[in-house]
């Protein structure tokens, strides 16, 4: 008999923790031995500041971890969980807590942490998912710890808390969350880790006098990989062309909007970016990968020339395709946005930033030091370069004008006829001093944006109630509130006016009967009692720690009628009105709407005076708005804690739905081609809010086909965004086999099967009755030609269909074939999937028989567009494939 032996597993991290004693501290020199044998073991040798960093968050000191960018500051918070998990199994420790600023940062690190300390000990919560949540080791968001320290104060149960991107704290939106735990956890090991901190002696103050314990800053100001500096006037595609030509690539070329990113791309085709050679590479290493319509046609052109694409409105795979093809060194240049100082996986050998000057959602203005920093910090790879390079390209009028002088040579006369070219009108400029003086300069000091709000209110006022889940006594909690107002790091005018928003808060909850003012004993008062305030309602354990307005989408499906023909339509906009807004979605729905409104106005003959006042009332599609703002100001009233959160209607996956567009199609509809992954993001936020939310009296057939059909066109688009969320409900088995093999992109989720179209029978349901509600829609409007192009290659052409349906038109007018609500009804539908019908038409194997009755107008409902539908073609076209067989009376 043969054996097959099979490799060892590589040893985890976990089974470096030393032997665990019951009731003891754990040694920090065992603690420190086994860490960095572990890491010797993966040949990661740890630098003098790691080291250090280690050395001091093992025997129980809080470390401030200020060093540049690939410095290995996750390495140091890997060694402070290892620390955590010795302490907590000798039950002398609570959790610890590694939180980050974007769920896929959470992601991440969370598979990460499965990795080096088994399933078991890991766990994520990140509002939208929870996995193992009562696991020693928690991977979160920032807001999802700040929540829990408010709630239960000094009694969390948070032994240690790495915060990462910690330079998050002065952001103006989310810094409070930052800042919360440093004020409530006075019990809890901090480790705070960024590239960019600047002065952190506030930090240092604060934490040695709230906690008692001791310090540690670690900062080195000293790269692994130097960087060298460089202000350029040269044109940007020459500088780029030395840069390849020279071997100092990859050269991420920084922009600060996504269209100028793929402008630069796309001007860099008529360059020599890759050899024959080097394109033949890339070409092999794509193999079959699969690029769909719109911009992924455009990315595989670059890709194929060799220059890459990466901002945040690309889909995910797009992302992760250019940033494998980049690691395997095929890829020169990838023009990006600065997405990459949020922590992307992209190699760089040289930044090159366009620019100094971006817009931050209100004004254009100079990048702080911070943001010059974090980005210019992404250039040099540990372990392939000995230096990294940074140049940043003069204004495009400065360039210009060198060229201009450079042309003129020496000769006086045509000096004298240069007309030199300024800065445009209003823009903000930069200079060399401008380049000199953020080089230079450190990163600002860190200020505080501590806000207040209902739910922290709330928060806190739970602390009030003994817990029922630990059983521990009560807190007074508004001893905890003024704490928080007193004890934050913002001014003291900031102060007062965060007291003034506490009792504007408090009075709400009065009057809504969620909070009562009562009397208690208190011996240390004069009159042996005080004034307290409790919760009167019974508030839910993690109603902070999910999506706030969850709970109003149920009670508001509760207004809908179950048997109404749009019910399923109106499930899915009570959801879309709790998610957040997809901006340039709605952006360009609004532009549309207003395009088709100044068409109509202008045929009503409407003067423009008038015609541009009736403009600003037309907005993106807002269905059920009349219906949820009523109900959600009601909902407010007994539920305040949603007080801070906005409803906002909106019509994405409806109006997909009623216009039966594919996801393609949409995208197109709407010119979202460069920034369809917002679009997808959103689909998939949709479809986990439709699976998540919905009740079972209002999960009827036709929910369940639309959610079924939602959650096939996300796979079917960009698998990764679900395929991510249904793997961390199981998560990854500690002895399984990793992904293996040698093939084109291998290991990567575009290189695994797809599932056949047909291979969800509801959801490809839902694609049918799409398709055949797509020519009723284009039928209604005697769009013919349209109707032609789908189906001339089965007889059908313009001239057929007019043939068919001009008899209705005449018989009952314009207006013969209705597409509004009645017409999408299910019962107008009927697929035949077997079998033989009552007409004596066979329905074949590998097809479907199909009747599309259509809404006349005198309501006979004896007209109807019939097709049979071609499974193998479907599943090879990815979309449904069918063939009109008749179109007429039945």
Request: hydrophobic fraction near 40%; charge should be negative.
């Amino acid at each position: 008999m043969t054996t097959v032996s099979t490799p060892a597993r590589a040893p985890r991290l976990l089974d470096h923790l030393p032997e665990s004693v019951l009731g003891m501290k754990p040694d920090p020199d065992a603690l420190y031995e086994g860490f960095t044998a572990w890491a010797e073991a993966r040949g990661l040798p740890l630098y003098p500041h790691q080291d250090e960093a280690v050395m001091e968050l093992v025997s129980g000191s809080h470390v401030i971890l200020a060093t540049p960018t690939g410095s290995g500051k996750s390495l140091v918070a890997m060694a402070a969980h290892f620390a955590a998990l010795a302490a907590h199994r000798n039950a002398r420790g609570g959790r610890t807590f590694y939180t980050a600023p974007l769920k896929a940062l959470v992601s991440e690190k969370f598979f990460s942490l499965v990795e080096a300390f088994g399933s078991e000990n890991v766990g994520m919560m990140t509002g939208d998912s929870s996995v193992n949540p009562g696991a020693p080791i928690i991977c979160c968001t920032a807001e999802i710890l700040a929540n829990i320290a408010l709630r239960d104060g000094a009694e969390a149960d948070a032994a240690q808390v790495v915060m990462d991107e910690f330079h998050f704290y002065a952001d103006p939106q989310r810094g409070w969350a930052w800042q919360v735990p440093l004020l409530e956890l006075p019990r809890t090991q901090f480790i705070l880790m960024s590239a960019t901190l600047g002065d952190t002696s506030l930090f240092v103050d604060d934490l040695t006098e709230r906690t008692g314990r001791p310090v540690a800053e670690v900062t080195s100001a000293e790269r692994p990989i130097p960087l060298t500096f460089s202000y350029v006037v040269d044109p940007l595609n020459e500088v780029i062309d030395e840069l390849v030509q020279t071997h100092r690539a990859p050269v991420y070329v920084v922009h600060f909007t996504q269209k100028d990113a793929i402008d630069r791309a796309q001007s860099l085709l008529s360059t020599t970016v890759a050899t024959k050679a080097e394109k033949e590479a890339i070409v092999a290493e794509l193999g079959d990968f699969r690029f769909g319509t719109g911009f992924g046609r455009t990315l595989s052109k670059f890709l194929r020339h060799g220059v890459g694409v990466h901002h945040a409105g690309m889909l995910p795979k797009y992302r992760r395709v250019v940033e494998r093809l980049t690691q395997a060194g095929l890829l020169k240049v990838v023009c990006g946005t600065d997405t990459l100082g949020v922590g992307i996986n992209v190699p760089i050998r040289t930044v090159l930033m366009t620019s100094l000057v971006k817009f931050d959602g209100e004004r254009m203005r100079h990048l702080t030091a911070r943001e010059f920093h974090q980005i210019a910090g992404r250039a040099g790879r540990a372990g392939y370069d000995t230096l990294g390079e940074v140049l940043v390209m003069a204004p495009e009028h400065v360039i210009e004008n060198r060229k201009l002088l450079a042309k003129a040579g020496d000769d006086p006369k045509k000096l004298k006829k240069i007309v030199r070219k300024k800065a445009p009108q209003g823009a903000v400029n930069w200079t060399d001093a401008t380049f000199e003086r953020l080089r230079d300069a450190d990163p600002e000091p860190l200020t505080s944006h501590f806000t207040v709000s209902h739910s922290m209110v709330l928060n806190v006022l739970a602390r009030g109630v003994e817990d029922r889940f630990t059983g521990r006594p009560a807190q007074d909690p508004i001893a905890a509130m003024r704490h928080l107002l007193l004890a934050n790091h913002d001014t003291e005018a900031q102060r007062a006016q965060h007291v003034r928003q506490v009792f504007r808060i408090y009075r709400s909850l009065r009057v809504a009967g969620i909070v009562e003012k009562y009397r208690e004993t208190d011996p240390t008062h004069p009159r042996g009692e005080r004034s307290a305030v409790r919760l009167v309602v019974d508030l839910p354990r993690d109603f902070a720690l999910n999506q706030p307005l969850s709970p109003f989408a149920l009670a508001a499906l509760d207004l809908l009628d179950v048997d109404s023909p749009t019910h399923a339509l109106d499930v899915v906009s009570v959801l879309e009105a709790t998610l957040s807004d997809p901006r340039q979605v709605l952006v360009a729905q609004q532009h549309k709407a207003r395009g088709e409104a100044i068409g109509a106005m202008k045929a009503e003959g409407i003067e423009y005076d008038e015609r541009m006042e009736l403009l600003e009332t037309v907005t993106w599609p807002k269905p059920l708005e009349d219906l949820l703002e009523p109900a959600f100001v009601q909902y407010k009233r007994t539920n305040p804690w949603v007080a801070d959160a906005e409803l906002s209607p909106k019509s994405v996956v409806r109006d997909m739905l009623e216009s039966a567009m594919t996801f393609t199609e949409f995208v197109s509809t709407y010119g979202l081609e460069r920034t369809e992954g917002v679009v997808l993001r959103y689909l998939a936020d949709a479809y986990r809010a439709i699976r998540q939310t919905v009740s079972e009296e209002h999960r009827t057939e036709d929910v369940h086909e639309v959610t079924e059909w939602l959650g096939e066109v996300v796979r079917g688009t960009d698998s990764s965004l679900l395929d991510e969320w249904e793997r961390l409900s199981n998560p990854v088995d500690d002895d399984a086999d990793g992904v293996g093999g040698d093939g084109p992109l291998s290991g990567t989720a575009e290189s695994e099967p797809v599932r056949p179209v047909t291979g969800n029978v509801r959801a490809f349901r839902r694609l049918v009755r799409n398709a055949m509600f797509r020519r009723v829609e284009l039928a209604a409007q005697e769009r013919y030609e349209p109707l032609g192009a789908l189906d001339g290659a089965s007889g059908w052409d313009a001239d057929a269909w007019g043939d068919a349906l001009d008899p209705l038109f005449e018989a009952q007018g314009d207006d013969a074939i209705g597409y509004g609500a009645a017409a999408r009804s299910s019962a107008l539908v009927q697929i035949h999937e077997s079998g033989t019908l009552p007409d004596g038409t066979t329905v074949a194997p590998g097809t479907w028989f199909v009747r599309q009755v259509l809404d006349d107008a005198d309501g006979d409902h004896d007209w109807a567009i019939s097709a049979v539908v071609d499974h193998a073609a479907s599943d090879e076209a990815g979309e449904v494939v069918l063939r009109v067989v008749g179109v007429g009376p039945m």
